[in-house]
């Protein structure tokens, strides 16, 4: 029962880790990238749709990503879209290719994709937090109900820190690498 609860928590802190990693690649680190994209959600006949629906995204050079809308009526809600995003991109629309040009990050705004990803990775800190907390919740009903003695739900604590301490090390890691990324000029 105790390993069970101890994997179905490492399961749950990987996922906080997969969806960190998603997270990372939609920050803009001056290269262009159709990762950047992932998070721009299109108001498509009145349905909310993810960009890469409507459209087939590429990356031609290092400074510039194509955007070949599918529907040519739709080509003004992606323009729309891309706008009110964060990304701070220009669209220029040739008929239905979008293109948007990746301009080289200015010190300032490093510093703010910095703070992001900060507040990323401490979002990530907090859910495999929480999932720990959940763990050692899981083993004290189990002690309550006399299913574990003490020393075992002593020995399962343990184990859940451990594990809670290599899982926000591997996001702390994932930090580090981001940051340089972004930096790097």
Avoid: C
């Avoid at 490492?10 to 969806?19: C, F, K, P, Q, S």
């Avoid at 992932?38 to 498509?44: P, W």
Wanted: negative net charge; without cysteine; glycine residues 4%.
């Amino acid at each position: 029962m105790v390993n069970e609860l101890l994997e179905d928590g490492r399961r749950r802190m990987d996922g906080a880790i997969e969806a960190l990693r998603s997270e990372f690649n939609t920050v803009r680190t001056g290269r262009a990238s159709t990762a950047l994209l992932d998070r721009i959600v299109v108001d498509y006949y009145g349905v909310r749709t993810p960009l890469k629906q409507l459209a087939n995204l590429a990356a031609p050079d290092p400074r510039l990503l194509s955007i070949t809308v599918y529907d040519k009526s739709s080509v003004n809600a992606v323009v729309r879209a891309i706008q009110e995003s964060d990304l701070g991109l220009n669209p220029n629309v040739d008929s239905t290719v979008i293109r948007l040009n990746i301009p080289p990050l200015t010190q300032e705004r490093r510093k703010e994709l910095v703070k992001l990803v900060r507040n990323m990775a401490e979002e990530s800190r907090v859910a495999v937090r929480n999932v720990r907390r959940d763990l050692i919740q899981d083993f004290k009903e189990l002690k309550k109900e006399g299913e574990i003695s003490e020393d075992d739900e002593r020995r399962a604590e343990d184990e859940a820190q451990k594990l809670t301490d290599s899982h926000v090390e591997r996001i702390n890691e994932l930090l580090r690498n981001k940051e340089e990324e972004i930096l790097e000029v």
